[in-house]
């Protein structure tokens, strides 16, 4: 068994120097460093990604792979580099992740939400918006919100959410320091006090799934607050942030009813969180096609997947794009894909890949895969 | 002449009417006939004489068949003088109209004058306005099958496709003749020598059409299939060289090599860059145009977009597929503006483009295996046409029995 | 007899070189007719070898020089030079499409093919020793052309009518038509599935049962070799 480590480990050395690096972590990596792949902690996957995060077909890739890593890529660096050098006096910086289908926004933000778990920061990550409010079943569980006159609520979503934030922030929660700053009473019986930790509020949303999205919004006003007198700083990470701006939803009231995104609490609560009016914080939001339906997926760009609402919201922001695999690490991946077995054939196939996938990271696992 | 005609009696008369060929009444025959009426004795004559009544009863019996073939043949030689006739004038009717010299105007100026002064938007050629010499307009005919007795000329005449016949049975004696040589051969231990052997690539046997038009005779197709059989047969044989001549008649060479001919030269832009540029390129429904830029990273960019154009796998293949085989995928950069069709036919006609475009980048060696891999072949291929009775092109409604 | 007119069209000539607006209409209004054009190449046009190994048997053998100078069909517009192209892989997917549908035949081809690599690739982290993992396959492909050959029949039943009776006679059966078998009683196996179980899935498994000497087809197949054997005696009903 130990001989048999070796051999692997000394395999994998004599492979690793072209395409992986020992470097796992984000705030350590460098421009040397680009193109290259690192592996992510089993246990830190769970935690982070439990309940989604990293793209379906990736998690397929992790399976067959044994092991979850990420390449390193000038985008990401990019923003590391910049959130290093934030003041955080000023307000929160908004950064949008932006590219054409496949080109690794998804897989960025994963790599951003590591960095921002090693760095102590308290996460908000919001997984894939569309799930709320486009991936719709037979009968999405929708009640009328008590609070907010008018207005959807999606209490299943909201707790499943709640649970997703905890776990990802299970550390910080457990130190026990974050404290809220006034009551909210759910009830007539139901209170959660002042000065009670973060770790109780979340609970009792879980629990009670009715007041999920209340509890949503009160943690939201609670967390900017926090970071505002500087108890934690805060990194906030939307993935497929234009779903809120498109028109329609797939969601209908029992009355067969359109909902509009605005209709929906959840859509509330999330820009209350992207406005720049606290400091302390970090936030990043993806531009996502995928997000809307087929008929308006022309372009790309983020001026036209967020529409006028959406482009208003968040103006002023620092678009990043994420584009195609470079020479580099289009050969570092293919390399990468055959240390694991997932491509197979002689060498001179990799200049064939490369112009018939035209680079697209997405599109080049597509091609591999039945190879 | 007119004397010895009166004297004759009438039955006399009447034979010889029947017997003389109309164009030949000549004064020989009928000198002969007055010797015979004046029982000429003369002994010099007697035997240069044929036994006249055997002449005789032979002229008797021209055949109603004869008689009418030389009816024919009278009107169809005064059809084709006048036809001859009515094109040369016309010719030089013609030239006159162009303001050209006749005595020098050629079948070709011909053709072009027509297309010129009558214009016509049919597709098909054999319909429009045409002047040929009338020996390719009127189909040829067989000259005399059998002589004025109506005995046949040919041996084979009574198979009703003498010509055709005969063929085939020269190919037989053929095929009889070289087994015996290489029985011979083979007996004496003889060493054939390589360079002789026959090599029929690049041709191809006639087509129904054209053996039809050298024979002068209809052939079916079955008759077809087994001409061509006998052929094979023929030439699979190991000394078939020496029925070269024979075999060439019958083979039509191909048209080849057209790849190699005119490759273009690139032109050269601002930057000093070689650029070749295909125009016309067509598949399908799809048309388009491909520019190749020769010093080049790999870049392709269609109707402005990059590879991405094409959503799926396959076509895009297909655009790659000249580059990887010629190995020039990062060689060369390619610009394509296409229009029409479908992704099967864009991208068809973008891989015609590149592979047309890429012989002039590319070395002799590495042409011909592009030919071979026909990826110099236009596709003419189109859609065919669905008719009238019938679901589709080729479907057919339920076949009943009943 | 032939089956195409080959007649000259000049559509071509009338889109590139007519400028005028009024013959443009004209262009435009000839470009909707379906002009008789060849659906297909003369007999004379001979098959394309564009696969490298091909080819270089031919250099090899230095016929490359004489069948260039021929005039050659174009390769079909699912075929490449890339070693990637398989054509038994070409073939499968002919089969599976249905109503003309490449793409998505492709498509389910190609997920077939991923999932046997991944069942595959889990099987090799399963295996302990070295050995073992030498004898998981990897690649998809080989599975395939394993399977298929495992599944080929040899002998093939013919019905023949002697005396009123309909017998069973075993017979010979040419490779294609083996093949064509035995890519119709995959399929056949995969289609008969669970509605829940997508067709790559299953697809997958009957591809590795098959490769496995297991499963369904090759059962089919054992059972039409069984019956060529009992029904030996027959066997000369076909010279009667």
């Known amino acids: 068994m130990l001989s048999r480590n070796l051999r692997f480990l000394s395999r994998r050395y004599s492979q690793g120097v072209t395409f992986r690096t020992t470097e796992t972590s984000p705030s350590q990596q460098n421009e040397n460093q680009i193109g290259l792949f690192y592996t992510v902690n089993n246990d830190v996957c769970k935690q982070l990604f439990g309940h989604g995060g990293l793209p379906k077909s990736y998690m397929k890739q992790t399976k067959t792979f044994t092991e979850t890593s990420l390449m390193v890529r000038l985008p990401a660096l990019d923003i590391i580099n910049c959130i290093k050098a934030t003041d955080f006096d000023k307000p929160v910086i908004r950064y949008m992740l932006y590219g054409e289908i496949g080109a690794g926004k998804s897989l960025t933000l994963a790599h951003l939400l590591h960095y921002a778990y090693e760095d102590g920061y308290l996460i908000v990550h919001v997984p894939w918006v569309s799930e709320w409010l486009r991936r719709v079943p037979r009968h999405k569980e929708m009640s009328n919100s008590p609070t907010h006159e008018g207005l959807v609520d999606l209490p299943l979503d909201?707790?499943?959410?709640?649970?997703?934030?905890?776990?990802?922030?299970?550390?910080l929660l457990k130190k026990?320091?974050?404290?809220?700053?006034?009551?909210?009473?759910?009830?007539?019986?139901?209170?959660?006090?002042?000065?009670?930790?973060?770790?109780?509020?979340?609970?009792?949303?879980?629990?009670?799934?009715?007041?999920?999205?209340?509890?949503?919004?009160?943690?939201?006003?609670?967390?900017?607050?926090?970071?505002?007198?500087?108890?934690?700083?805060?990194?906030?990470?939307?993935?497929?942030?234009?779903?809120?701006?498109?028109?329609?939803?797939?969601?209908?009231?029992?009355?067969?009813?359109?909902?509009?995104?605005?209709?929906?609490?959840?859509?509330?609560?999330?820009?209350?969180?992207?406005?720049?009016?606290?400091v302390n914080g970090v936030i990043i939001l993806t531009a996502d096609q995928l997000g809307v339906s087929q008929d308006h997926q022309e372009s790309h760009l983020p001026k036209y997947l967020l529409y006028k609402k959406g482009f208003e919201h968040i103006d002023p922001f620092v678009p990043v794009e994420v584009g195609r695999y470079s020479e580099r690490e289009f050969m570092s991946c293919a390399s990468y894909y055959r240390d694991r077995l997932w491509l197979r054939g002689p060498r001179e196939t990799e200049g064939e890949l490369k112009l018939a996938s035209a680079c697209n990271p997405y599109k080049f696992m597509e091609l591999c895969a039945p190879l | 002449m007119f004397l010895c005609y009166n004297k004759m009696s009438f039955a006399i008369k009447l034979t010889l009417k029947q017997a003389l060929p109309i164009a030949s009444r000549s004064s020989i025959i009928l000198q002969n006939v007055y010797n015979y009426s004046s029982k000429a004795t003369s002994q010099d004559n007697f035997y240069n004489n044929f036994t006249d009544w055997e002449t005789l009863s032979k002229k008797k019996k021209v055949s109603k068949a004869m008689r009418a073939y030389l009816e024919r043949a009278k009107e169809h030689d005064e059809f084709m003088k006048k036809q001859q006739f009515e094109y040369n004038i016309g010719k030089r009717h013609l030239a006159n109209m162009m303001g050209e010299d006749p005595e020098t105007f050629t079948q070709k100026d011909v053709d072009r004058a027509v297309e010129y002064l009558f214009p016509s938007g049919i597709y098909d050629r054999a319909a429009r306005p045409l002047m040929k010499p009338p020996e390719e307009v009127f189909p040829a005919r067989k000259a005399a099958e059998f002589d004025e007795a109506g005995w046949p000329h040919h041996f084979l005449f009574y198979t009703g496709k003498p010509n055709f016949f005969k063929l085939l049975y020269d190919i037989t004696e053929n095929i009889q003749d070289l087994y015996k040589y290489g029985d011979k051969v083979i007996r004496k231990k003889e060493v054939t020598d390589e360079k002789l052997l026959l090599n029929i690539t690049g041709s191809v046997w006639l087509t129904k059409d054209q053996l039809e038009q050298l024979l002068v005779e209809t052939v079916t197709d079955l008759e077809y299939d087994n001409f061509k059989l006998a052929m094979d047969r023929l030439v699979s044989l190991p000394h078939s060289h020496i029925y070269k001549d024979f075999i060439e008649k019958f083979r039509k060479p191909l048209a080849t090599q057209r790849f190699a001919l005119e490759i273009p030269k690139p032109s050269y832009d601002e930057n000093g860059n070689a650029f070749v540029t295909t125009y016309e390129c067509l598949r399908k429904k799809a048309r388009g145009d491909v520019t190749i830029k020769s010093p080049g990273t790999g870049k392709i960019t269609i109707n402005g977009q990059d590879l991405t154009y094409f959503e799926d796998t396959q076509s895009r293949e297909q655009v790659i597929f000249p580059l990887i085989f010629t190995g020039m995928q990062d060689k060369v950069d390619i610009v394509c503006n296409i229009e029409g069709g479908g992704p099967s036919g864009q991208s068809g006609a973008i891989r015609w483009g590149i592979a047309w475009g890429l012989r002039s980048f590319v070395d002799k060696d590495m042409l011909e295996a592009m030919q071979l891999a026909g990826l110099l072949t236009r596709d003419h291929r189109r859609r065919e046409r669905k008719k009238p009775g019938q679901p589709g092109a080729r479907k057919k409604p339920t076949w009943k029995r009943r | 007899m032939s089956?195409?007119?080959?007649?000259?069209?000049?559509?071509?000539?009338?889109?590139?070189?007519?400028?005028?607006?009024?013959?443009?209409?004209?262009?435009?209004?000839?470009?909707?007719?379906?002009?008789?054009?060849?659906?297909?190449?003369?007999?004379?046009?001979?098959?394309?070898?564009?696969?490298?190994?091909?080819?270089?048997?031919?250099?090899?053998?230095?016929?490359?020089?004489?069948?260039?100078?021929?005039?050659?069909?174009?390769?079909?517009?699912?075929?490449?030079?890339?070693?990637?192209?398989?054509?038994?892989?070409?073939?499968?997917?002919?089969?599976?499409?249905?109503?003309?549908?490449?793409?998505?035949?492709?498509?389910?081809?190609?997920?077939?093919?991923?999932n046997i690599k991944r069942i595959q690739i889990e099987r090799y982290h399963l295996a302990t020793t070295p050995e073992e993992k030498a004898k998981v396959v990897l690649n998809p492909k080989d599975i395939l052309h394993k399977a298929v050959e495992n599944s080929k029949p040899l002998l093939q039943l013919l019905p023949i009518k002697r005396g009123g009776i309909t017998y069973q006679v075993p017979g010979p059966i040419t490779e294609k038509r083996s093949l064509f078998l035995a890519i119709k009683w995959l399929l056949e196996a995969t289609n008969d599935k669970e509605r829940t179980i997508h067709f790559p899935e299953q697809f997958a498994w009957e591809l590795l049962d098959a490769a496995n000497n297991t499963g369904k087809v090759v059962k089919r197949k054992q059972d039409i070799h069984r019956q060529c054997e009992a029904n030996r005696a027959y066997a000369h009903y076909r010279w009667q």
């Open chain 1, 158 to 171: 909201g707790a499943a959410w709640l649970l997703h934030f905890k776990m990802q922030n299970q550390v």
């Open chain 1, 176 to 278: 026990g320091n974050l404290k809220i700053s006034k009551e909210y009473v759910w009830s007539k019986r139901e209170q959660t006090p002042e000065g009670a930790p973060l770790a109780e509020l979340i609970e009792h949303g879980i629990t009670r799934v009715k007041y999920a999205c209340d509890v949503i919004d009160a943690l939201i006003s609670e967390i900017k607050i926090l970071s505002n007198s500087k108890q934690c700083k805060t990194f906030v990470a939307i993935d497929g942030f234009n779903t809120f701006f498109y028109p329609l939803t797939r969601l209908s009231t029992p009355t067969k009813k359109k909902v509009t995104p605005e209709e929906v609490t959840l859509t509330k609560s999330f820009m209350e969180l992207t406005k720049n009016d606290w």
């Open chain 3, 3 to 114: 089956n195409f007119r080959y007649k000259v069209g000049p559509i071509a000539k009338c889109v590139f070189q007519t400028q005028s607006p009024r013959s443009n209409l004209w262009c435009t209004l000839m470009q909707y007719r379906f002009y008789p054009r060849p659906t297909s190449f003369p007999d004379y046009f001979q098959n394309p070898i564009f696969r490298k190994e091909d080819q270089a048997k031919l250099i090899e053998s230095n016929e490359l020089t004489k069948l260039a100078a021929l005039p050659v069909k174009p390769p079909a517009a699912y075929e490449t030079s890339s070693v990637y192209h398989d054509p038994l892989v070409s073939k499968l997917i002919n089969h599976v499409m249905k109503m003309g549908n490449k793409k998505l035949a492709r498509n389910l081809v190609e997920k077939a093919f991923e």
